[in-house]
Every structure is written in C-alpha cells, then in structure tokens.
C-alpha cells in the first residue's frame, strides 16, 4: 500500500516562528502536492512539485515555501508563522506517466496547524 | 462576535435514496477527471475517475457522468448509506513541468439521513 506519513498530526507554533511540515511517501511518487483545508474553502493548492528540486506555487502560496532534496520527501515551510496560517494541512503525491494524465493522488492524514 | 464565513455546499439524503453531486469546471481542454471522497478527520481518497472519451463510467454504486458541450461533472451514488457521508471533491489535473498540478474545488458535503 500506498502510504504518505506526514510528520505531525497535530502542532501548535507561536507567531513569528518558522514552522517545517514535513512529508514522506514511500512510493517513488513524481508529483507530490501541499494544500490546505479551510472551512468553506474546499482544499487549496500552495505549492507543488514534479521532481526533486522542482516545485511550481499553487494557488496560495503567500507565506510559504517548499523544500524537495530527495523524491521522497517534500517539506512545507511557514517561514514567520502568522495566525491566518492555522489551518489543516494535508500533503499529497501521485505518479506521472502512462496513459492515464494522472493516477489517483494518495494523501497524508494531515496536520492541524494552530499558530498562536 | 460571531464570524460569518462561506458555507460548504451541503447536499441531504434519505438512506436508500440515490445520490447525486455536481461539479463545473472551466478547462475545455482538461481530458480526465477524478473524484475523490474525504471522511471525517482523513485525508481525500479516490473513488473512480473518467476520461473525456468516455461520457459515463460505472464502479461499485457510483457512476460518473461527463458532459464536455457544457462542461460538467457529476457523481451519482446509488442507494446511499450513512458511509457515504463525507465531503466529495471533483479534480481536473493539468500536465505542468512534465508533472501533473491536481488542484479541487470546494467540494460537497454529502449528509446521508436516517
């Protein structure tokens, strides 16, 4: 199975501090995507990579940045912590390739995210 | 005070009844599409998808329906039980930098009654 462990379930920061979210799936997964999940708003797309050390913003990606070293692994980093931020964080990837544009995306469980 | 924010848009069934959730989407060009369900407290998780050869595609209960002249979407679940109360997401990913860029809409909530 398929499985993409995000590092922390639950995380409470203060204002100001640089916050890692970090992600690791176990698949040898291209694609591996950030979002977050805010009442109302559906999931919304921060940042987004195809490769390692590749990484394009998504929709939202004021605030944030976005670190891949190794395929495996894709780290979201709130570099000043701001109290707009908390939200759920969910992390995701998917393989390229083949006659299907995408096969399903596999995600993490999330991150509660509370900057205080 | 109070806050006011947007509202999910939430759709209400009778246990038995037949479900159906719609999606728009704006890309003519867009050739697959994914459905994904998300339970309480879990992360999204595919449930069928559908490529825009195809008008209708069946799995277990659920049947996605695609009309490309108006350029929608929509979910139809048979027989809906109270598993099936969760959020329903439609998903269009877009070849970007030799990946694919997966972005959802708001989603829908789906309330199954008793």
């Known amino acids: 199975d398929v499985k993409v462990t995000q590092s922390s379930r639950y995380l409470v920061k203060r204002t100001g501090e640089k916050v890692f979210l970090e992600c690791v799936q176990d698949?040898?997964?291209?694609?591996m995507f950030w979002y977050r999940q805010d009442p109302g708003l559906g999931l919304r797309l921060i940042y987004f990579?195809?490769?390692?050390?590749?990484?394009e913003k998504g929709d939202i990606p004021e605030g944030y940045s976005v670190s891949r070293e190794k395929k495996e692994r894709f780290s979201l980093i709130l570099e000043s912590a701001s109290t707009n931020q908390t939200s759920m964080y969910l992390c995701?990837?998917?393989?390229?390739?083949?006659?299907?544009?995408?096969?399903?995306?596999?995600f993490g469980q999330g991150t509660r995210l509370t900057v205080v | 005070g109070e806050s006011v924010g947007l509202h999910l848009p939430t759709l209400s069934v009778q246990e038995g009844d037949n479900s159906i959730i719609n999606c728009a989407y704006s890309?003519?060009?867009?050739?697959?599409f994914i459905w994904y369900k998300q339970e309480s407290g879990k992360g999204p998780q595919f449930i069928i998808d559908?490529?825009?050869?195809?008008d209708k595609r069946q799995g277990q209960r659920v049947t996605v329906l695609l009309n490309k002249t108006v350029k929608h979407l929509s979910l139809q679940i048979a027989a809906t039980q109270p598993g099936d109360s969760a959020v329903y997401f439609c998903?269009?990913?877009?070849?970007?930098?030799?990946?694919?860029?997966?972005?959802f809409g708001t989603g829908t909530q789906l309330k199954v009654e008793l």
């Open positions: 890309n003519s060009a867009s050739d697959y």
């Open positions: 698949m040898d997964h291209e694609n």
């Open positions: 990579s195809y490769d390692v050390k590749m990484k």
């Open positions: 998903a269009d990913p877009e070849p970007r930098g030799g990946g694919n860029k997966l972005t």
């Open positions: 559908i490529r825009s050869n195809m």
């Open positions: 995701a990837s998917s393989v390229t390739g083949g006659e299907k544009l995408n096969t399903e995306a596999f």
